[in-house]
């Protein structure tokens, strides 16, 4: 189990403490280079990011790390290739970009690791191998691999495998593509590790590992006229154990709970997840803020997770009236939703992740800041913490953070920091948590910076 040590040390400090920053800390950063998307593999062996060039880079746990006491989250690069690339749809004169939106790993089976990863129209299965040992003494090839004469060939050899230098190779095993006429925003892996879903903006659709050239529709939300169109999926994820459920969220606010032993077609859900909204509270923003941006399962597979665009909200299967839990991540910007509109930071889609023992949540704010919560359990007091992924941190490795305020009112404390003071362009929209340790991966733009628990 892991342990929860949220609350601050002297001065501020957390038990929290910076282990790696992966990526250039140049100020020349190109659009290619942001991370779109981070994930830790089933184990928390590998973690994978991919990024808006369509790159996907893999960086394997250092063995030493874990050896020592107390374990290090250290992390080495494993395997970079080019996942994606840009292409351009002439019968819509549509460019589709070549960023990686949504990484999945596949449970191991053998030696060889898999892994699912999309853009905006094409999903694609790659195998990620090893390779150290090489054949030599072949018979119709010489060493070098060119053909050799038969003419030449006078006596028969056994080949012998030899040791080599470590090779790491990643390979499409497949493609599964023209199945989305919108942009694809969720990929999900089933319990039973044979089949996944694909969610776009208004359909979802359930695919085979082994089937490249036929898909099933399981949602379909499009409007005879699109002019009635109300709302629209931001994210879908599978249940982690019942492979017959999953969750899908709109942009209204509401998550649905759907059961595909019901009927083929999903369109009738089980459960309505949906909070009532309180009118004396309702302004021109209201729809833009209440529009869920990410909805995550918990390892148990009793509780979601959901992030809209001010907070954290906790929801329990067995009740859809309203959430168990609300956790808000930077309320104080509700007073800036004007000037966040105008720059287009209120469309920002935050995501959202627990913890291996579903203890605690993280999600990711601006100014480098990212959020942890801690969850009562009990109605109890809530330990909250936030942080900062910042060149700062980076330059004081093994030592413990220090925690970020942010000044609600007027008056600012020494260790505060206004409103008005934060940095937009720096915003943690992407992090992940490994499941099985205090270990935490947080993408601030070009840079992947990894923190751990001190103890």
Known sequence: MLKMRLQEGNGGETTWCFSQVKGTLEDDVTEADLISCVEFNHDGELLATGDKGGRVVIFQRDPASKQ??????????????????????????????????????????????????????????????????????????????????????????????????????????????????????????????????????????????????????????????????????????????????????????????????????????????????????????????????????????????SRDYLGLKVWDFRMETKPVETYPVHEYLRSKLCSLYENDCIFDKFECCWSGDDHRLMTGSYNGFFRIFERSGGGGRRNELTLEASREAAARPRQPLRARRVATTAKRKKDEISVDCLDFIKKILHTAWHPHESIIAVAATNNLFIFQDKY
């Open 68 to 305: 020592c006491v107390p374990k290090k989250g250290e992390y080495n690069v494993y395997s970079t290739f080019q996942s994606h690339e840009p292409e351009f749809d002439y019968l819509k004169s549509l460019e589709i970009e070549e960023k990686i939106n949504k990484i999945r790993w596949l449970k191991q089976k053998n030696q060889a690791h898999f892994l699912l990863s999309t853009n905006d129209k094409t999903i694609k299965l790659w195998k990620v191998s090893e390779r150290d040992k090489r054949v030599t003494g072949y018979n119709t090839r010489e060493e070098g691999g060119r053909p050799r004469d038969p003419a030449r060939v006078t006596q028969l050899r056994v080949p012998t495998v030899r040791p080599a230098d470590l090779m790491v190779e990643a390979s499409p095993r497949r493609i599964f593509a023209n199945a989305h006429t919108y942009h694809i925003n969720s990929i999900s892996l089933n319990s039973d590790q044979e089949t996944y879903l694909s969610a776009d903006d208004l359909r979802i659709n359930l695919w085979h590992l082994e089937i490249t050239d036929q898909s099933f529709n399981i949602v379909d939300i499009k409007p005879a006229n699109m002019e009635e169109l109300t709302e629209v999926i931001t994210a879908a994820e599978f249940h982690p154990t019942e492979c017959n459920l999953f969750v899908y969220s709109s942009s209204k606010g509401t998550i649905r709970l759907c059961d595909m032993r019901a009927a083929a077609l999903c369109d009738r859900h089980a459960k309505l997840f949906e909070e009532p909204e309180d009118p004396q509270a309702r302004s021109f923003f209201s729809e833009i803020i209440s529009s869920i941006s990410d909805v995550k399962l918990s390892n148990s597979g009793r509780y979601m997770m």
